[in-house]
């Protein structure tokens, strides 16, 4: 590999980072192909459940340590109200980006408060250039919507919650 392939391949995963912070995405996997013998395989990821661990670990100062023990213990089980663990969460089936109309201009295809019946579009999720309706599950109606139309998702995302 020369020079100059490995200065581009730097500036390369550099954007590719950049490009993780950007859209609040967890990790990237890309493949270069340079030549029948020579290619670039490039993953980028980081640990945000880490990072939160991390912060709820960290107990406030306070002049009786005894107290703090149980505000750690509070804060430890609060990602109950995580909208990814809540049954009615309808999550990505795929990375991409999220649609929240068929088009530009037209109406959504829901709104809280909507009722929806089992198999009902309720938003596309775009991934390589495929546009990829995402059904409701079941019938319910539409409590919370997650995500903002045209942001970034990763699998798993929730992205409405159903009840």
Same mark, same amino acid.
């Given at each position: ?20 912070? $950007? ?43 005894? #107290? ?38 037209? #109406? ?54 159903? $009840?």
């Amino acid at each position: 590999m020369t020079k100059s392939n490995h200065d581009a391949d730097v500036a390369f995963i550099q954007a590719l980072a950049e490009l993780l912070r $950007e859209n609040d995405l967890t990790e990237l996997q890309v493949k270069r192909e340079y030549g029948e013998d020579d290619s670039l395989n490039v993953r980028v990821s980081r640990q945000m459940a880490q990072q939160v661990v991390a912060q709820v670990a960290a107990p406030a100062p306070t002049a009786a340590p005894a #107290p703090a023990a149980p505000a750690v213990e509070a804060l430890a089980t609060e990602p109950a109200a995580d909208p990814a663990n809540h049954p009615g969460a309808v999550t990505s089936p795929m990375v991409g980006t999220v649609y929240m109309q068929a088009e530009p201009g037209a #109406p959504s295809f829901i709104q809280v408060g909507q009722q929806v019946s089992e198999g009902d579009t309720l938003l596309i999720v775009e991934a390589m250039k495929t546009m990829n309706h995402i059904p409701a599950p079941r019938a319910g109606t539409i409590k919370r919507i997650l995500v903002d139309d045209g942001a970034a998702v990763e699998f798993g995302a929730p992205l409405v919650i159903l $009840e």
